[in-house]
């Protein structure tokens, strides 16, 4: 079955980097884009980041836009998020997750991970 | 960017009445919407797609219909495990994906 496991959230100062990472298995990771999103507990979702399938393109949330960087491994199948220069509102939950449709860029999310809590000290 | 506006933002009900939630985008997103649910503790379940289209696994009291601007996601019959916070989803135009705030379906 499908599985998205996310590693390294951690507490942070404000100012520092971090690096998440999910590792995913039961299905061709190379054929579906993924994507990133953040909780606040207790609060709304919101969509982080966004890498095709190759790796090839990119989008971004303006608020991460320029600090924060997707990247994919196809031959480990693992999605990554580099975030650097912390801000106290980057602390949330972040869910990797699969869009539904292989080769597309259809942004449904039909498969979360668990999520991985990141803290931000300031 | 396109903002999805949900209401009521709280719905008290009992098991076995109907749900209806709303959710209103500021512009057209045509067909392209989503549902999903998520549960306290847990990670959000994709319940719709494209409007109307039920995932899989999802039972047919979920049931979703709207285009444009004007989307509703209906529960018939509630049963106990339903009672949770709904969102909305629209990918019509994008970067950036937009959610909308949330309906909490909590019992009466």
């Known amino acids: 079955q499908v599985q998205l496991v996310e590693s390294g959230g951690d507490v942070v100062q404000a100012g520092g980097s971090l690096r998440l990472s999910c590792a995913a298995s039961?299905?061709?990771?190379?054929?579906?884009?993924l994507n990133w999103l953040r909780q606040v507990p207790g609060e709304g979702l919101e969509w982080v980041a966004f890498?095709?399938?190759?790796?090839?393109?990119?989008h971004y949330a303006d608020s991460v836009k320029g600090r924060f960087t997707i990247s994919r491994d196809n031959s480990k199948n693992t999605l990554s998020l580099q975030m650097d220069s912390l801000r106290p509102e980057d602390a949330a939950l972040y869910y990797c997750?699969?869009?539904?449709?292989?080769?597309?860029?259809?942004?449904?999310?039909?498969?979360w991970g668990q999520g991985i809590l990141v803290t931000v000290s300031s | 960017e396109v903002v999805l506006t949900q209401s009521p933002a709280t719905l008290s009900l009992s098991p076995g009445e109907r749900a209806t939630l709303s959710c209103r985008a500021s512009?057209?997103?045509?067909?392209?919407l989503a549902w999903y649910q998520q549960k306290p503790g847990q990670t959000p379940r994709l319940l719709i797609y494209?409007?109307?289209n039920r995932a899989t696994g999802i039972p047919a009291r979920f049931s979703g219909s709207g285009s444009g601007t004007d989307f509703t996601l209906t529960i018939s019959n509630l049963e106990p495990e339903d009672f949770a916070v709904y969102y909305c989803?629209?990918?019509?135009?994008?970067?950036?994906?937009?959610f909308g705030q949330g309906t909490r379906l909590e019992i009466k």
């Open positions: 997750t699969r869009v539904r449709d292989a080769h597309g860029t259809n942004i449904i999310f039909d498969y």
């Open positions: 039961g299905f061709p990771f190379s054929s579906y884009a």
């Open positions: 890498i095709s399938s190759d790796g090839s393109l990119e």
């Open positions: 512009q057209s997103v045509s067909k392209f």
């Open positions: 494209d409007a109307s």
């Open positions: 989803q629209q990918r019509m135009i994008w970067p950036p994906i937009t």
